[in-house]
């Protein structure tokens, strides 16, 4: 079986890392720590968490629904 952090075979992002630290997700979505944070404090991406712990990662997947969610064409 793969490592939990390593995308399945049928997604876009396959080969590359699935969870990523809250720097590597602002990084993704050209933000700043901060703003990464506002958006989880703000319900809009979900984080994973093992239970018990303290560190929290963000799954790729939710990061690219983010974007679709919020995409918008001007005329």
């Excluded at 933000?31 to 093992?50: A, D, N």
């Amino acid at each position: 079986m793969s490592s939990p952090d390593k995308m399945p075979h049928n997604s876009p992002h396959h080969g590359q890392k699935r969870l990523f630290t809250l720097k590597e997700a602002a990084q993704y979505l050209g933000r700043s720590e901060w703003g990464m944070r506002e958006l989880i404090w703000g319900g809009k991406i979900p984080v994973v968490r093992e239970e018990g712990g303290r560190k929290i990662f963000i799954d790729v997947l939710d990061l690219s629904a983010y974007v679709e969610r919020n995409k918008a064409s001007y005329h």
